[in-house]
T-cell receptor
């Protein structure tokens, strides 16, 4: 079974530029998450989708971050404009729709804002 | 709001030792608890998932326990190996299927 795919693996941008990350979840997984992991910290949820609807985006900085999941499969996360404090690893995860099911993570995208 | 704490933050042990990693959480109303491994520069690999109705799960040399009432979980690693060196994260699953993570324990197994 293929895992969660993310791209790119690494990205370096200047502050105030924009950037987009892509995620393809495990086939059949209805729930998709984007997490932000700052160095030395645990991942923090940014947004959670169930199919193509948003379940939780309470911690998404909506003035600069946006995310979409078209057709309930792939998802993109965008930052515009980026700030230095956005430097982090952005992790995508997916799980089956039922509560209490196992979450599977991708390799992440390491973003450096200079 | 759920708070997850992991102690110790870092741990070094000689190869072959058995060890225990600790995780505590503030809200006992959880659906499950998941232990992950993270290698430097990599994503998270799921190790064990314990449902709220279960007390423990085992996979090979790993055993995870859950005491929901006291808000605690432990990950026991038997006969540690240098390949076990990584950061171990615990995450608590809530009703919305969201995961709240601790900050991790960085384990180094010395050959």
């Amino acid at each position: 079974e293929a895992g969660v795919a993310q791209s790119p693996r690494y990205k370096i941008i200047e502050k105030r530029q924009s950037v987009a990350f892509w995620c393809n979840p495990i086939s059949g997984h209805a729930t998709l998450y984007w997490y932000q992991q700052i160095l030395g910290q645990g991942p923090k949820l940014l947004i959670q989708f169930q199919n193509n609807g948003v379940v939780d985006d309470s911690q998404l900085p909506k003035d600069r971050f946006s995310a979409e999941r078209l057709k309930g499969v792939d998802s993109t996360l965008k930052i515009q404009p980026a700030k230095l404090e956005d430097s982090a690893v952005y992790l995508c995860a997916s799980s089956l729709v039922d509560g209490g099911t196992e979450a599977f993570f991708g390799q992440g995208t390491r973003l450096t804002v200079v | 709001k759920q708070e997850v704490t992991q102690i110790p933050a870092a741990l070094s042990v000689p190869e072959g030792e058995n060890l225990v990693l600790n995780c505590s959480f503030t809200d006992s109303a959880i659906y499950n608890l998941q232990w992950f491994r993270q290698d430097p520069g990599k994503g998270l690999t799921s190790l064990l998932l314990i449902q709220s109705s279960q007390r423990e799960q085992t996979s090979g040399r790993l055993n995870a326990s859950l005491d929901k009432s006291s808000g605690r979980s432990t990950l026991y690693i038997a006969a540690s190996q240098p390949g076990d060196s990584a950061t171990y994260l615990c995450a608590v699953g809530t009703g919305a299927n969201n995961l709240f993570f601790g900050t991790g324990t960085r384990l180094t197994v010395i050959p």
